[in-house]
C-alpha cells in the first residue's frame, strides 16, 4: 500500500511557495501604508512653504489609497493572498498595544467596557431582530446582521457562518452592509467627536463600542489621536470576547428550528470561537505591569505596533469595493444603517454620561 505521508522537502516547498505567495499583496499593504505616511510628511511640509496640499493623517491617506486601486483596479489573483493577512497584522498590533496599558488600567477600563458591552449586545441584538422582521429580512440574514453588528462585524458574521448553517448570498449580504457602515464610521464618527470636544479616552471607547469591524474601530480611533486609537482597542477587545458566547446562542436556537446542526460540545464551542489575540493582550500587559519591559522596549514596542497597523490600515480599503456595497439592494443597508445610527446614540449617551462624572470611573 502506497504511503499517504508527505516526504519532508515536498511539504517544505510547498511551505515555501506559499509564503512566496504572500509576498506581492504584503508588498502593496506595505507600499500602500508607506505612501500615506509620505502623504502625510508632504501635508506637514508644503503648506508652510506656501505650496498647497491637504493635510490628512497617514491612516486616512492609507484607506483612501486602498480605496482608490480597489475600485479602479482590478489586482491581478497573485495578490489576493497577501492582502488578506492585513488581520493578521491588525491582530499583531493590538497585542503590542497592550503595553500602554498596566493592569490596573486593564482592569479598570475593561470592566467598564465589559459592563457597557453587554447592555449594547443586550439592546443591538434586539433592536437589530426587530428591524429584519419590519423590513422583511430573511431570518438568518437577520441573525447574521445583528451578530455582525453588536460583536466584531465581518469576523462575527465568518464565525456564524457555519454555526447557523447560513446561505452564501445571506452572508455577502451581511457582509457588504457591514463594510458599507464600517466605511460611513470612518468618516462620521471623528467629525462627531470633535463637534462634542470629546476627549482622547471617551471617543476611543466609543469607537470601540459602537463601530463593528475591529479593523475600521481601530482606524477610527486613530484618525482622533493616537490615545483615542489605544483606547479604541481596548473596548474593541472587550467586545470581541463575547462572540464564541452570541454566536452559540444562535448555533442553539437555529439547532432547535431544525435548521443548523446540533452543538454538542458547547465549551470545545466557545474555545474555538474565542479571538486568541486577546490571550496575547492581556500578557503583553501583564509583563508591561510586572516591569519585565524596560522603558526603551516599551517604546520598541509601540513603534512596531504602528508598524503593524501601517499595513493593516492599507488593508481597510483594498478590501472596500463600492459595487460591492450596493448591489445587494437597499433592504439589508437600511436595516444595518438604522440599527448602527440606534447603537451610535446608545453608546454616545452611555460614554458621555460616564465621562461627565469622571469621579466614577
Known amino acids: 500500500m502506497p504511503s499517504t505521508i508527505s516526504p519532508p522537502n515536498t511539504t517544505r516547498s510547498s511551505g515555501a511557495r506559499h509564503l512566496l505567495g504572500l509576498f506581492p499583496g504584503i508588498l502593496l499593504l506595505f507600499a500602500i501604508g508607506l505612501a500615506g505616511k509620505a502623504l502625510q510628511f508632504l501635508g506637514d511640509y508644503l503648506p508652510p512653504h506656501h505650496i498647497p496640499f491637504p493635510h490628512l493623517e497617514y491612516v486616512l491617506w492609507a484607506i483612501l489609497l486602498g480605496l482608490a486601486i480597489s475600485n479602479t483596479i482590478t489586482l491581478p489573483s497573485s495578490f489576493l493572498p ?31 467596557s465589559l459592563t457597557l458591552v453587554a447592555i449594547e449586545l443586550a439592546l443591538s441584538l434586539t433592536v437589530m431582530t426587530i428591524l429584519g422582521r419590519i423590513f422583511h429580512l430573511p431570518p438568518k440574514l437577520t441573525s447574521l ?38 466605511a460611513l464610521a470612518l468618516f462620521t464618527f471623528p467629525y462627531i467627536g470633535h463637534v462634542l470636544h470629546m476627549g482622547q479616552q471617551a471617543f476611543g471607547l ?72 486577546i490571550l ?71 460614554v458621555l454620561a460616564i465621562y461627565h462624572h469622571p469621579a466614577s470611573i
Open 145 to 182: 446582521l445583528a451578530i455582525g453588528s453588536s460583536i466584531c462585524g465581518v469576523t462575527a458574521i465568518m464565525a456564524a457562518q457555519s454555526a447557523i448553517d447560513a446561505d452564501e448570498d445571506d452572508i455577502s449580504t451581511a457582509i457588504a452592509a457591514i463594510l458599507a457602515l464600517g
Open 82 to 112: 497577501g492582502i488578506a493577512t492585513y488581520e493578521l497584522w491588525l491582530k499583531l498590533g493590538i497585542i503590542l498595544v497592550a503595553a500602554n496599558f498596566i493592569l490596573s488600567d486593564l482592569i479598570r477600563i475593561g470592566a467598564l
Open 280 to 350: 496575547g493582550f492581556i500578557a503583553i500587559s501583564v509583563l508591561a505591569t510586572v516591569g519585565f519591559f524596560t522603558p526603551t522596549q516599551l517604546n520598541s514596542l509601540g513603534n512596531l505596533s504602528q508598524w503593524a497597523f501601517l499595513p493593516a490600515f492599507a488593508g481597510v480599503g483594498l478590501r472596500t469595493r463600492i459595487q460591492d456595497l450596493t448591489r445587494h439592494g437597499w433592504r439589508p443597508i437600511l436595516v444595518g444603517v438604522l440599527g448602527e445610527i440606534f447603537l451610535a446614540l446608545l453608546t454616545l449617551a452611555m
Open 206 to 277: 466609543w469607537c470601540g463600542l459602537a463601530v463593528d469591524n475591529t479593523a475600521e474601530a481601530t482606524v477610527t480611533g486613530a484618525l482622533f489621536g493616537p490615545t483615542a486609537g489605544h483606547f479604541a482597542v481596548l473596548s474593541k477587545t472587550a467586545r470581541s470576547s463575547f462572540i464564541g458566547f452570541v454566536v452559540l446562542g444562535y448555533a442553539i436556537y437555529w439547532a432547535s428550528q431544525g435548521q443548523a446542526a446540533r452543538v454538542d460540545h458547547k465549551a470545545l464551542f466557545l474555545w474555538q470561537n474565542f479571538p486568541k489575540f
